[in-house]
């Protein structure tokens, strides 16, 4: 199975464009990003906080469609999703 | 009878190429309230004044500093420690003497922003924090005008053109702000977002084209790539989604 996830702004420098990832199935959304954003801290920081929640903040997507973060703990990723992740930028 | 003097239609000529003569006179008409005399501010608001917006409010109750000028193009060397509205007002004018200019120094707030906004065909969301932009969103939904949002980082940006009834507004999008910084940037950013924001400006008020509307542009300048991702209204959304929303839901179908 296979997942393309993609970070945007802060998240993108931290951890790269795009990442085809191959979860097992039965993967949820979740864990699926924890899993991607493990390999930098300070990535996984931006986007995690300290009990592993999503950060309020951060929006996620999942073909083209918003996932709440409290879904994302139980929505299954599928072969060929695309994933989103990023913050909002606040800079004008 | 062309309301546009001889005068305007040379200057316009280009544009009346596109237009036409009454596009130029739509402009001409047109009130835009621009939220931030900034880095997103200052080239909203050089172009939409080329362009003939009528009237052009823009609010900014900042004083130029020499951190600025990397960005913020209204503002010159010489300008260091002069309050931005006026700044802004006098390049405007130089800019584009047949339009009308109206420069306020003041922050926008709570108490404020309905009046500031008055009667505005729409505004441009040139700021560079969260709460003011959810004030002017809740702005836009009461008087059901379009807020062209736009924000950066870096060479990092994003925009979109929120329709109050029609599109979800910036709280369905962003429901939660993220943390307050010092943001980096480099003037190309906002130099570049704002071309979205002031196009899709003169696209709404010309009625031609297709509005960034129920879609967010992200742009990335260090990958030299533009994405897009569909947005929809939140039904639960505490601002828009309550109330009003079957009302907006029906008119929408």
Same mark, same amino acid.
């Given at each position: ?92 | ?24 006179? #739509?402009?001409?008409?047109?009130? +835009?309230?621009? &939220?931030? %005399? /900034?880095? !997103? ?60 200019? #109206?420069?306020?120094?003041?922050? +926008?707030?709570? &108490?404020? %922003? /309905?009046? !500031? ?74 130099? !570049? ?61």
């Amino acid at each position: 199975m296979k997942v393309r996830v993609r970070f945007f702004a802060r998240f993108r420098e931290l951890l790269g464009t795009d990442i085809i990832a191959e979860p097992p199935p039965g993967t949820v959304f979740a864990a699926l990003i924890r899993e991607v954003a493990r390999k930098n801290r300070e990535g996984y920081d931006a986007i995690f906080d300290g009990h592993g929640a999503f950060r309020e903040f951060v929006i996620l997507m999942r073909n083209g469609k918003r996932v709440e973060a409290a879904d994302a703990e139980e929505t299954v990723v599928a072969d060929g999703d695309e994933i989103a992740v990023f913050p909002p930028v606040s800079g004008g | 009878m062309s309301m546009l003097s001889r005068r305007e239609r040379e200057r316009y000529k280009r544009q009346i190429l596109l237009f036409g003569e009454e596009g130029q006179e #739509r402009l001409k008409k047109a009130e +835009i309230f621009i &939220a931030g %005399a /900034g880095g !997103l501010g200052s080239p909203v608001a050089i172009y939409l004044a080329v362009a003939g917006i009528g009237t052009l409010t823009i609010v900014d109750s900042d004083v130029v500093d020499q951190t600025n000028l990397n960005r913020q193009i209204l503002h010159y060397d010489r300008d260091i420690g002069k309050r931005k509205a006026m700044s802004a007002e006098e390049k405007l004018r130089e800019i584009n003497p047949d339009i009308t200019i #109206r420069a306020i120094d003041v922050h +926008i707030d709570e &108490a404020n %922003a /309905g009046r !500031l906004v008055g009667g505005a065909d729409g505004i441009v969301d040139a700021m560079d924090n969260y709460p003011t932009r959810y004030l002017l969103n809740r702005i836009a939904l009461e008087k059901g005008i379009p807020l062209f949002h736009g924000a950066i980082r870096g060479l990092y940006g994003q925009a979109t053109t929120i329709i109050p009834g029609k599109t979800p507004c910036l709280s369905c999008i962003f429901p939660k702000p993220p943390p307050a910084e010092v943001f980096p940037v480099v003037g190309v950013t906002p130099g !570049l977002i704002a071309m979205v924001q002031a196009t899709e400006v003169l696209k709404f008020l010309l009625g031609t084209g297709n509005l960034l509307a129920n879609r967010l542009f992200l742009w990335d300048g260090m990958q030299a790539q533009a994405s897009e991702i569909c947005v929809e209204r939140n039904p639960c959304c505490p601002v828009c989604g309550t109330g009003g929303d079957e009302e907006a839901g029906r008119k929408g179908e």
